[in-house]
């Protein structure tokens, strides 16, 4: 199993309206593909997380790459894992504003060194439990 982080910068048309069908569009698919994850949206930026089986994953990030709405992503981490952390999530949502897209950036400042496993697990950690209900 792995876990993949991305950043990309949302389409400037995209409504809130079209926030929500991507969710659920990616609810309905990820469990039937056994992915779970969080999509963080905001200040024009989404992240996401996407985790479960290695084929399935890079599968499913090759199929987002494409969608119109949005461009320019960049794998911010990727690893090996063997639990999730999302598990109860066939994908979150989570609307941010600008300045809580700090602990992102920040991870971003260092995407060329080696991420730290525990700052990333933390901060992962951190938007789970912001997560309020499970979907
Ligand atoms: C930022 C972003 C994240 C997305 N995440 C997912 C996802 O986790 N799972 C998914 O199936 N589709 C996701 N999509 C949508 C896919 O690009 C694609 O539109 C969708 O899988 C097609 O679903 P359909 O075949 O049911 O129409 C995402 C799109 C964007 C822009």
């Known amino acids: 199993m792995i ?4 950043l990309s910068h949302a389409a400037s048309t995209i409504s809130e309206e079209q926030v929500q069908e991507i969710l659920l569009s990616s609810r309905r ?3 039937a593909s056994s992915i779970t994850g969080i999509l963080v949206h905001g200040g024009g930026l989404f992240m996401q997380v996407l985790e479960g089986p290695e084929s399935d994953v890079l599968r499913k990030y090759v ?3 494409d969608d119109p709405r949005h461009s320019g992503a960049q794998i911010l981490c990727i690893s ?3 639990n999730r ?3 109860k999530w066939s ?4 609307a941010s504003d600008p300045l809580q897209f700090q602990h992102i950036a920040t ?4 995407r060329l060194e080696v991420i730290d496993e525990n700052t990333f697990t ?3 950690r951190e938007f789970a439990q912001r997560l309020r209900s499970p979907q």
Request: proline letters at 4%; aromatic letters at 8%.
């Open 3 to 6: 876990r993949l982080l991305y």
């Open 29 to 31: 698919n990820n469990s």
């Open 63 to 65: 199929k987002i790459l």
């Open 80 to 82: 090996p894992v063997k």
């Open 85 to 87: 952390i999302f598990e």
């Open 91 to 94: 994908m979150g949502g989570i």
């Open 107 to 110: 991870l971003r400042a260092r």
């Open 122 to 124: 933390e901060t992962m």
